[in-house]
């Protein structure tokens, strides 16, 4: 056991940090737990044992991360807004994503910079009247009334939702006017954001365009809300999320232009770096595309440092920079859905796909099978908990949709590079990429439209575990008879 520790330490350690904050959803501490936590690294760093010195440091480390969990809690419940609510005021604000169109008006998430004489840098969401929408990177001045969000309705708490991303105030306005677009890091976000949304689907319209954007940039407000319900109940809304695969495309298209272009390795690695860190700014502040995006990094800085890689260090790393930065995270349906998804990618998947060998099937189908069951499985209770759903038919959803996926993402970004030098290039690529994504939109109507394609009721839920259950023990069973023989 000891030894196994000292094996294991620096993944204790890092779990430990992230345990603390973690915690820090469930009870709340101050500057006494930090004070204990610096004791006990002393003790530590002091204490003869390795492993005692191991578990020291992990305490430790856990009591830091619930105190720095606590403080940066603390630091998203406060607002400078909230006692200027019912107010009405000239005000600033820069947009910060884009605009999704409801059924009365546009909201759009943005940050607050004035509010009448009051200087402020608080995130809030606009609701402004349907028609154009802003930019995103404008800084807009319209005349603001701040109201709270709405309350718990139809099982969805808004409100809650909304103060878990730091934001306490919803801003109305009839009128608003550009003056201009932020600058920086953000604007150079806005800029690769807006060259990705328009180069890699020139000419394309309706949901072709929208399914594009929503594979490149992880955005789905194209959509029609029941095409979006279609992508849901097949299981493919997987898909619409900017994942793993995505900046690996990234990267590797990147060090492959380096590699055409004779350049040495480390600078197409550097290149790499710069590419990854400028598309997940571009796509912004999504679970899923910052764990990807701290993977890969890492990734290219192992190779730079001559270093080993492991992926497991890259996935708690991930972890710890997501809830260091906002701790409710931890409750957020699509950081614990990429989290899970890549655990059983890394623990079920190798197992499943032995599983499978020696089954009249190809490779490919046995890994696209394997990975699709193993997510399918692993994200399930939580689709249960966050939404009351589960969709029964992922694995031949995603075996349907396998085939065009990696080819409709390289193309995309393939399209977006070649926007700038051959327009008519870009659209020609685009034009066949749109018929990737109506296969995609077709896949995922035809599986929702099977009979039972989502489990929404307790009694489906217990029938489901009781076929699942029968599944497996038919499935080793006769896999033990096989053995035998």
């Given amino acids: ?40 690294a002393a003790a530590g760093a002091l204490a003869a044992q390795a492993a005692v010195r191991v578990v020291l440091v992990a305490v430790a480390l856990l009591l830091g991360g619930w105190w720095w969990g606590s403080a940066r809690l603390d630091a998203l419940d406060s607002s400078v807004l909230l ?22 008006q546009l909201r759009v998430p943005a940050t607050l910079r004035r509010f009448g004489p009051v200087a402020v840098d608080e995130p809030v969401l606009l609701e402004l009247p ?55 890091l953000g604007g150079y976000a806005d800029r690769v954001h807006a060259w990705l949304a328009s180069s890699a689907t020139p000419g394309l319209t309706g949901e072709r365009k929208a399914i594009l954007e929503g594979v490149v940039l992880g955005e789905d407000q194209g959509l029609s809300q029941g095409l979006r319900d279609s992508f849901r109940a097949s299981g ?7 994942s ?22 480390w600078l197409g690695e550097l290149g790499a770096l710069a590419g990854i860190a400028s598309y997940v700014l571009a796509v912004g502040p999504q679970p899923s595309v910052i764990r990807a995006g701290i993977a ?55 197992r499943a796909t032995r599983f499978l060998d020696g089954y009249p099937m190809p490779r490919s189908a046995r890994e696209v099978i394997a990975v699709s069951f193993a997510c399918g499985l692993a994200t399930a209770p939580i689709l249960w908990l966050q939404f ?26 393939v399209a ?18 749109g018929w990737f994504a109506a296969y995609l939109a077709a896949c995922a109507r035809a599986v929702a439209g099977l009979p039972g394609s989502t489990v929404s009721s307790a009694r489906g839920l217990l029938a489901l575990c009781a076929v699942l259950a029968g599944a497996l023990a038919l499935a080793l069973s006769a896999r033990g008879r096989a053995q035998g023989a």
Avoid: K
Wanted: glycine content about 10%; hydrophobic content about 55%; proline content about 7%.
């Fill in 236 to 242: 493919l809304y997987h898909l619409l999320a900017v």
């Fill in 83 to 104: 006692p200027h609510v019912g107010e009405a005021a000239p005000a600033q604000a820069v947009v910060t994503g884009p605009a999704r169109t409801s059924t009365f």
């Fill in 1 to 40: 056991m000891i030894a196994r520790l000292l094996r294991t330490y620096p993944y204790a350690l890092a779990g430990s940090l992230c345990l603390g904050l973690a915690v820090a959803n469930g009870a709340r501490v101050h500057e006494a737990v930090l004070v204990l936590a610096i004791g006990v």
């Fill in 388 to 413: 009351g759903r589960i969709p029964l038919y992922t694995v031949p959803a995603n075996a349907l949709a396998a085939p065009v996926v990696a080819p409709l993402l390289g193309l995309s970004l």
């Fill in 416 to 433: 977006a590079i070649v926007a700038p030098i051959s327009s008519p290039a870009a659209a020609a690529l685009a034009w066949v990429n």
């Fill in 296 to 350: 890969g990094a890492l990734g290219s800085l192992a190779w730079l440092a001559a270093r080993q890689r492991d992926r497991w260090h890259f996935l708690l790393l991930g972890a710890f920079v997501l809830l260091a930065w906002n701790p409710y995270n931890l409750l957020d349906a699509g950081f614990q859905l990429s989290f899970a998804a890549v655990t059983a990618i890394f623990v079920a998947v190798p």
């Fill in 130 to 184: 349907l028609g154009r929408s802003p930019p995103q990177g404008a800084r807009l001045e319209l005349d603001a009334y701040l109201q709270r969000p709405r309350p718990a309705s139809h099982g969805f708490d808004e409100r809650t939702w909304l103060r878990r991303h730091g934001v306490h105030v919803v801003v109305t306005a009839r009128e608003w006017t550009v003056v201009g677009r932020r600058g920086g």
């Fill in 244 to 265: 793993g695969q995505n900046v690996i495309f990234v990267a590797c298209g990147i060090l492959g232009l380096a590699w055409l272009a004779g350049v040495p390795r």
